[in-house]
């Protein structure tokens, strides 16, 4: 059974960092570019980090790139999110999500087949 668990979200001053971690199970995870989405109320849910199955190639959105990491660990079926110099507009529930495709090409909702439950992220003094 594929299924997708999100963790190590929490509530965080501004500047703060967090590690998100994403266990795969159900499937083997190093065939999959997975991705990093995540959604505020009342937004659309946004795309911001990708990366290949191999873990060669990184993709960031603007909005995260400097201060946002990925990476994946395919022995443990892990991948993680690194986020640092968190800002209150980081606010949102985050998702990890398996691409049907080994690699990278973009953050269109289409391209990502299996989703986590999400985990929240609280960026507040």
């Known amino acids: 059974q594929f299924q997708l668990v999100e963790s190590g979200g929490g509530l965080v001053q501004p500047g703060g960092s967090l590690r998100l971690s994403c266990v795969l199970s159900?499937?083997?995870?190093?065939?999959?570019?997975m991705g990093w989405f995540r959604q505020a109320p009342g937004m659309e849910r946004e795309g911001i980090s990708c990366?290949?199955?191999?873990?060669?190639?990184?993709m960031y959105a603007d909005s995260v790139k400097g201060r946002f990491t990925v990476s994946r660990d395919n022995a443990k079926n892990t991948v993680y999110l690194q986020m640092n110099s968190l800002k209150p507009e980081d606010t949102a529930v985050y998702y990890c999500?398996?691409?049907?495709?080994?690699?990278?090409?973009?953050?269109?909702?289409?391209?990502?087949?299996?989703w986590g439950q999400g985990t929240q992220v609280t960026v507040s003094s």
């Open positions: 159900g499937f083997t995870l190093e065939y999959y570019a």
């Open positions: 999500a398996a691409s049907g495709w080994d690699y990278c090409s973009g953050f269109g909702h289409h391209l990502f087949g299996s």
């Open positions: 990366i290949s199955s191999s873990g060669d190639t990184t």
